[in-house]
Nanobody, 133 residues
């Protein structure tokens, strides 16, 4: 049984930092494109940052460029999102997504493709990030 579990969400003041983690089990982690999506209250879920299965080709939404850093540790089956200089508009539930590499042309180009998807192979249940201004 595949499990995708996020952690690290919290209440933080504007300008602060958080680190989200996503651990997986039941799948071969290094065969999956991984990403972070978020859903703000009353809005649709959007791709925030995604990364290819080899760790290359990181993609960032314009709203988080220069503030967020995505990384993965294939030995630990874990995806990370380092979030700095948080803003109130970063508030939302953050979801981890895993999508098998077979439908992608290359790891380096996979990030923006995954972040543009609405249907992926596996979703986590989400972790809440609240940024107070």
């Amino acid at each position: 049984q595949v499990q995708v579990v996020e952690s690290g969400g919290d209440l933080v003041q504007a300008g602060g930092s958080l680190r989200l983690s996503c651990t997986t089990s039941g799948l071969r982690f290094d065969d999956y494109v991984m990403g972070w999506f978020r859903q703000a209250p009353g809005k649709e879920r959007e791709g925030v940052s995604c990364i290819g299965w080899t760790g290359g080709g990181a993609y960032y939404a314009d709203s988080v460029k220069g503030r967020f850093t995505i990384s993965r540790d294939n030995a630990k089956n874990t995806l990370y999102l380092e979030m700095n200089n948080l803003k109130s508009e970063d508030t939302g539930t953050y979801y981890c997504a895993a999508d098998a590499y077979l439908s992608y042309v290359s790891s380096h180009r996979a990030g923006p493709v995954l972040c543009g998807k609405t249907n992926v192979d596996y979703w986590g249940k989400g972790t809440l990030v609240t940024v107070s201004s």
